[in-house]
């Protein structure tokens, strides 16, 4: 048994009629296109995933700062 109840030849079988079908060269271009729009979708997700680490570090710095401000002047205060 294989995937799902399909066995090795099976799948064999179906790889074949498809090269025939489509040829190698056009599941050769897909295979190539579908990479290519992987790559492309992965670069477009990268930035917004960066932007939020940078907002991210961003905030804690000021919230640093911010508390930092307070406890001086509490101190100048007394």
């Known amino acids: 048994m294989g995937f799902g109840g399909i066995s090795i030849w099976q799948l064999l079988i179906v790889l074949v009629i498809v090269v025939m079908v489509f040829g190698t060269k056009k599941l050769r271009n897909l295979g ?3 990479g290519g729009a992987l790559k492309g979708f992965k670069e477009a997700v990268k930035p917004d ?3 939020k680490l940078e907002n991210k ?3 804690e710095t000021t919230s640093a700062r ?3 401000a307070e406890v001086k002047k509490d101190v100048e205060n007394k």
């Open 49 to 51: 995933e960066e932007e």
């Open 32 to 34: 190539g296109d579908l």
């Open 66 to 68: 911010t508390i930092d």
């Open 57 to 59: 570090n961003d905030t």
